[in-house]
């Protein structure tokens, strides 16, 4: 049973950068990792997604530029790299893992991951 553990949320002003990570309990290299948000009212939220090899990232339009997706596979860890953070990043943040064969992919499409992290709430406000 794959665990992912979130940590790295807070309360921040807006410019500022925050550092997320995702701890699996599992064998990262197994798994092609998302991050999503989700705001109390509205949607679940694509944010980022890398490759089980870690070569392929694909991001959310209104991320792209500022946040950066990386995984380290020898500490089985995958991390969010937020900066210039603005209000509109304020969420709950996830982080979420499927099982794949294919090494290169990416997928933005929730329902297709298996595990999710519990979550951590990053608030951006002055």
């Known amino acids: 049973q794959v665990q992912l553990i979130n940590s790295g949320g807070g309360l921040v002003h807006p410019g500022d950068s925050l550092r997320l990570n995702c701890v699996n309990s599992?064998?990262?290299?197994?798994?092609?990792v998302g991050w999503f948000r989700h705001v109390l009212g509205k949607e679940r939220e694509f944010v980022a997604a890398?490759?089980?090899?870690?070569?392929?990232?694909d991001y959310a339009v209104n991320v792209q530029g500022r946040f950066t997706i990386s995984k380290d596979d020898a500490k089985g860890t995958v991390t969010l790299q937020m900066n210039g953070l603005k209000s509109e990043d304020t969420a709950v943040y996830y982080c979420?893992?499927?099982?794949?064969?294919?090494?290169?992919?990416?997928?933005?499409?929730?329902?297709?991951?298996?595990?999710w992290g519990q979550g951590t709430q990053v608030t951006v406000s002055s």
């Open positions: 979420a893992a499927a099982a794949s064969r294919d090494p290169v992919s990416t997928t933005r499409i929730s329902s297709l991951y298996n595990y």
């Open positions: 599992g064998r990262t290299d197994e798994y092609r």
């Open positions: 890398i490759s089980r090899n870690g070569r392929n990232t």
